[in-house]
């Protein structure tokens, strides 16, 4: 399978403890976004990497969020100090640099915050 | 900042007949639009993409058109199936192509 994946497909976790989500995407696409998506609403943007460059983050990324992509491939979204009102879905997209490409979508990660 | 608006929220059809589904955006300063399917519990599925400067894309039973200049996409999805019942999105391309998504209209064809 060549599309976006993403690992793990369900987290439950504490308040208070960390988590962190993987994202993969396809091979030759050099930008990669996260979303989040809470029940009943469209996803919102979260951050997006240009191969290994951070570009822009939203204000929804707090400080407890952090967002990696090492080498230009995969990326990791780290929460800590997890909240109840994190408890969403993580979504992760990637396309080709240029703007009007289109954008593919992982299943995302369900995060459920006890 | 850019909004987008879907409506109606919820849309419930017998099949057969034929699905209209609006999306409207505040900021005409987009590079592209991009409709979805999204299944409950899934991530989304890519539907069709229309750049800023075309005015509609067309594939198999569905048709989409763009309007910048009024802000508004329209996705037809003729002759409606059962397997056509999700949620549809629309979401505007903006700067670095990160994606501002309307709520989504949740589509049920009843058999």
């Known amino acids: 399978d060549t599309g976006v994946s993403q690992n793990p497909r369900h987290k439950i976790t504490k308040r208070g403890q960390n988590v962190t989500f993987r994202c993969d995407p396809i091979s030759e696409h050099n930008r990669l976004y996260w979303y989040r998506q809470t029940l009943g609403q469209g996803p919102e943007f979260l951050t997006y990497f240009q191969n290994e460059a951070q570009l822009e983050k939203s204000r929804l990324l707090s400080d407890r969020f952090s967002a990696e992509r090492p080498k230009g491939s995969f990326s990791t979204l780290e929460i800590q100090r997890t909240e109840q009102g994190d408890s969403a879905m993580y979504l992760c997209?990637?396309?080709?640099?240029?703007?009007?490409?289109?954008?593919?979508f992982g299943p995302g990660t369900r995060l459920t915050v006890l | 900042k850019q909004e987008v608006t879907q409506i109606p929220a919820a849309l419930s059809v017998p099949e057969g007949e034929n699905l209209v589904l609006n999306c409207s955006f505040t900021d005409s300063a987009i590079y592209n639009l991009q409709w979805f399917r999204q299944d409950p519990g899934k991530g989304l599925t890519s539907l069709l993409l229309?750049?800023?400067?075309?005015r509609e894309q067309t594939s198999g039973r569905l048709n989409a058109s763009l309007d910048k200049s009024s802000g508004r996409s329209t996705l037809y999805i003729a002759a409606s199936q059962p397997g056509d019942s999700a949620t549809y999105l629309c979401?505007?391309?903006?700067?670095?192509?990160?994606?501002?998504f309307g709520g989504g209209t949740r589509v049920l064809v009843k058999p």
């Open positions: 979401a505007v391309g903006g700067a670095g192509n990160k994606l501002t």
């Open positions: 997209a990637s396309s080709l640099r240029l703007t009007w490409n289109e954008q593919f």
């Open positions: 229309i750049q800023s400067s075309q």
